[in-house]
């Protein structure tokens, strides 16, 4: 069993900082992406950024410069690092992993339970 634990999300003022983190667990062979997505009220889900095993990275236009990604390969936790919040930041904040289980078995999606980011104006 593989499970997404996400924590760090809160109520901020525009302007201020968050730090996001998901720390995967369980039966665990090799995590190759890690990223997080978002879901304001009546909106789609949208992907926020990603990030690969190597480190390469690619962030949505509305972030970028704002929110950084990482992630610790030993811990099996990926970070969001947001600066800079805004309003429209105000969202259910969702990790995703693609995770193989065991050696030549299959790879499969995985999603944390959502974290909530409030940005007051």
């Known amino acids: 069993q593989v499970q997404l634990v996400e924590s760090g999300g809160d109520l901020v003022q525009a302007g201020g900082s968050l730090r996001l983190s998901c720390a995967a667990s369980g039966s665990i062979f090799s995590i190759s992406v890690m990223g997080w997505y978002r879901q304001a009220p009546g909106k789609q889900r949208e992907l926020v950024a990603r990030?690969?095993?190597?480190?390469?990275?690619n962030y949505v236009d509305s972030v970028k410069g704002r929110f950084t990604i990482s992630r610790d390969n030993v811990k099996n936790t990926v970070y969001l690092q947001m600066n800079g919040l805004k309003p429209e930041d105000t969202a259910v904040y969702y990790c995703?992993?693609?995770?193989?289980?065991?050696?030549?078995?299959?790879?499969?999606?995985?999603w944390g339970q959502g974290t909530q980011v409030t940005v007051s104006s």
């Open positions: 995703n992993a693609l995770i193989t289980q065991y050696s030549g078995g299959a790879t499969r999606a995985y």
């Open positions: 990030i690969t095993k190597g480190n390469s990275t």
